[in-house]
Every structure is written in C-alpha cells, then in structure tokens.
C-alpha cells in the first residue's frame, strides 16, 4: 500500500485527505478538517487574501467582516518589527479589527479555565478569529472559536516548537493538569518562517525534542501491537511518518543557527505530524514513553505549583531515556532471557501498585484512583491477550529486529538533539527536575496511562527497581559521555 504522498502535498491538503481515505483498512481515519497550511517567508502578504477565502468559503462577507486578533502579551518580533501591529495593521484596511490580549500575568500563559472563558467572551460575535503567536495561543483560540461559534479560524504560527497547530486538539489545564482534548481544526495556518527562524533558539530546539518522539514511539505502538494491548497499529500511519521525517539528516543542521531554509524544514515536518495526529485515529504513532516522561513531569508540576519545562523539550530528553531503556531490555533479554511465565502478574496487587505510586505526590487519593483505573485496564487487556504475550518471547529476536527498524538508536536520538541544541539529559531541562524526581518519573511512568510501552514491559519483568531505573540512567549518560567525549561520571 503506498499513499503515494509527499511533504509538498502540505499545500494540497484535498490530496493527503482523499490518499488517506482511499488507505483505510480499518475505518479509524478522520476526515482533514483544515482547508490550508501556508508555510513561507513572509505570510503578512498573503494573510488578507487567506482570511478571505475562509471568510467566502463560511458564507461571511470577504471585507467588512469582525475579526479578533487573539494574543497573548509576548513581543514577538519579525525583522526588528512588531509583528501583531503589523498584522492588525494589515487586517484593518479590509475589516473592523478587535483585539482580544489574554494575560493572566504568569511569564508563561496558561491554558486553564479562566483564560478560556476569557478568550470565548472576548470573540464573542466575530465573524474570524485570527491568533497569533505559539501552541498555547494557538490552542486557546481553538476552543474560543468552538465555544463562541466563531466560524472561521485562522492561526498565524510564530515558532515550531511543537506540531499541535495544524490539528483538531488543545491540550488544557483541566484543575491543574494538561489534558488533550478534541476542540477543532483552524481553516487555515500560515507560518511564518522569518519569525520562526527568529524565535528564542530554545523554541526550535523544543520542537527538535518533539521530533524525536516519531523515532521512538512507533517501537512502543509495535510491541502493543504484538502483545495485543493495541489494535490500532496501522503500516500506513507508518508511511506517513516516514514524509515527515524526510530528508532530516540534511535540514536538522542549520537549526541551532536559525537558518531559514532549515527552519522551513522543521515547521513542514511537524505540520505534517499535526495532520497524522489530526487523522490517524491514534496518538500511539507519536507518543510513548517519552511522551509518558514529559507528562508525568508536568503532573508533578501542577501537583506542586512549581514552573512547567517546555513540552517539546521534556519529550527531547524522554526520548532519550526511552530509547536507553528499550537498550537495556535488550541487554537484560541476553543476560536473564524472561518468558511469558516470569512476566505473569496478580492484576489487583498491581492496581494497589499502581495507587500507591502516587500518594506522596497527592495525599487526596484523586491521581492516584485516575491512574489505578488506567493501570487496571491496561493489564486487564494484556491478561485477556495472554496468548499473544506466550507468543512474544519464543519470537524475541524477530521482535526486537522488527522494532528497531522502527525507531532511531539511542547514539542517533542524541545526535539529532545535539544538532538543534536541544536538551539530552534531565538536567538541561529549565527548570531542571531533581536527579531523585527523574529516577522517580522513570520508575513509575508505566502507572499513568492505558498505553503499553517498553517501561511495561520493563516493569513487569522486575527490570525497573531502583536498580533497573539506574541502569537506564547509566545507559544514557554512557551515550551521552560517547557522543561528546567526556565522561560525565569523571
Ligand atoms: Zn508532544
């Protein structure tokens, strides 16, 4: 089965739409319900005629309309200019332009309750929104739009730190913690690559982070696959992956110096992962242990009101560990081979596990009842699929070759990192989680959610004790150390 796609189908949206229709084995693909991605240059030019065509196609006039520019209060800068006065600029020769700024005087803005209900009242009775500026932005003026019935969305996108501007998400704070929900599809996305070449380096390097994720996610989704946990696992998505991530080798080496040609590389690749994320039916494609790394951190954060790190960052570093741990599998797998028998497991001892893990983080009980149902699922799923577990390991060497046709080595993960000057280890996060707090995060990721992954199976084989979680953390300063030359242990 081929698509038959390539990554310049971006700007021919009706193609990736029907290729993915006419490719769907098991009717789990959603429709593309964004009209246009615009990634050049200069998208200031071509903003007036883009809204206009969103504005025809949703049977509003093409001038004259109300349209809310939606920003947070960050500077952002295009060529030495202010680039949100030069957008309402370029908007209000054409229409009746409403600033809607949403500040809830954090450095960062948060995408919590108030802030949505701040930004659906401010868009009230608009024809348009049009946001400017990052994911969160981005994310808010999704929800805006839905809540205040604002037919039309455009997004002008300002940095590629992660790919969740060309799908239907949001990722919220819902009492504290992030959650990803279905809000809608912008009709258009024009990025602007000036402006993205020119964000804050760690920007860029942020979304190098989340890039690693599709080269160590899909090892995750396969061994589901093969234990049964996942029915979801579909090559096509695979292949869809694969125009994402072509031609990296090249265009990751200009990213830490803000070339601008490089930079449009980046921002095709992870608009094109917003769309697989947007219509594959699954997130399992591009979030596995890495992803579980980063969540886990960010629920530690909100549990003890201290500073997120940034998300593409923080899967940057998991990405890392994920890979190491899927090394030291191997490892164990030659030492002390395990079978389906040493992994069998008593589901309510596990469950209490499970709850426990997280008492100290909340003494109420709430996150660690959330995890304990989502625990209890999963290996109620894997016991139900018990044959295909008995099945996995006779064939352990077939897997582990099929697997890692699927996902970058630990050394190359590091590599790509290093070339966008994206953090590798724990400590290079800002702010830096403890040493303790990574070993915890390592030893308990496997408790927070329904998706199988190689921390389960690390778990479940007794390999992620204390002992096991720092031979992960051994793994990784060993590549590390490889890669730069110097022994971090020295
Ligand atoms: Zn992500």
């Not at 504005?55 to 920003?71: E, T």
């Not at 093969?226 to 579909?234: A, E, H, K, N, R």
Request: hydrophobic share 50%; proline share 4%; glycine share 8%.
């Amino acid at each position: 089965m081929s698509l038959g796609l390539t990554i310049a189908d971006l700007s021919n949206l009706n193609r990736i739409d029907a290729a993915m229709q006419r490719n769907d084995p098991r009717g789990q693909f959603a429709r593309l319900g964004m009209k246009e991605v615009i990634v050049a240059d200069n998208v200031l030019e071509l903003l007036p005629e883009a809204l206009a065509r969103q504005l025809v196609a949703a049977g509003k006039p093409a001038s004259g309309a109300v349209v809310c520019v939606v920003v947070d209060p960050v500077r952002i800068l295009r060529a030495g200019r202010d680039l949100k006065a030069d957008v309402i600029a370029a908007l209000e020769r054409t229409h009746r332009v409403r600033l809607v700024e949403l500040d809830d005087g954090q450095d960062v803005l948060h995408a919590d309750e108030p802030i949505l209900q701040a930004a659906a009242k401010g868009v009230l009775g608009a024809d348009a929104i049009v946001s400017v500026g990052g994911g969160t932005i981005t994310d808010v003026a999704k929800v805006a739009s839905v809540r205040s019935g604002v037919p039309v969305h455009v997004v002008i996108q300002t940095a590629a730190s992660v790919d969740g501007f060309t799908d239907n998400f949001s990722v919220v704070l819902q009492n504290g913690v992030k959650k990803t929900s279905l809000s809608r599809w912008p009709d258009a996305v024009l990025a602007d690559v000036r402006t993205i070449a020119e964000a804050p380096p760690r920007m860029t390097a942020a979304g190098m982070g989340e890039m690693m994720s599709m080269f160590c996610a899909p090892g995750d989704w396969y061994l589901a696959a093969q234990l049964g946990v996942d029915t979801s696992f579909t090559p096509v998505l695979l292949e869809l992956l694969a125009i994402c991530g072509h031609g990296i080798e090249d265009w990751s080496r200009g990213l830490a110096n803000g070339d601008l040609g490089d930079s449009e590389k980046l921002t095709r690749a992870l608009a094109f992962r917003g769309i697989v994320t947007g219509t594959g039916g699954t997130t399992a494609t591009l979030s596995g242990m890495e992803h579980l790394f980063s969540h886990m951190l960010d629920m530690v954060a909100s549990q003890t009101h201290t500073p997120m790190s940034q998300h593409g960052a923080q899967v940057g570093v998991g990405s890392v560990i994920a890979a190491a741990a899927w090394d030291v599998f191997c490892a164990r797998m030659q030492e002390t081979p395990v079978t389906a028998q040493d992994i069998a497991f008593d589901l309510d001892a596990q469950a209490r596990a499970a709850r426990d893990a997280f008492e100290a983080l909340d003494p109420s009980g709430a996150i660690g009842a959330e995890c304990e149902a989502r625990y209890r699922a999963k290996l109620t799923t894997l016991q139900a699929n018990w044959p295909a577990v008995e099945a996995f390991f006779p064939n352990w060497p077939q897997h582990r070759q099929a697997h890692d046709a699927l996902v970058f080595d630990t050394a190359k993960i590091v590599e790509y990192l290093s070339r966008a000057g994206s953090a590798m280890r724990f400590d290079a996060l800002v702010p830096a989680p403890s040493e303790d707090l990574t070993r915890w995060v390592i030893g308990n990721c496997q408790f927070m959610r329904e998706r199988f992954t190689i921390a389960d199976l690390l778990y479940l084989a007794g390999w992620l004790d204390a002992e096991g979680v720092a031979r992960i953390m051994a793994r990784v300063d060993q590549v590390l150390a490889a890669a730069t030359g110097v022994d971090r242990a020295a």
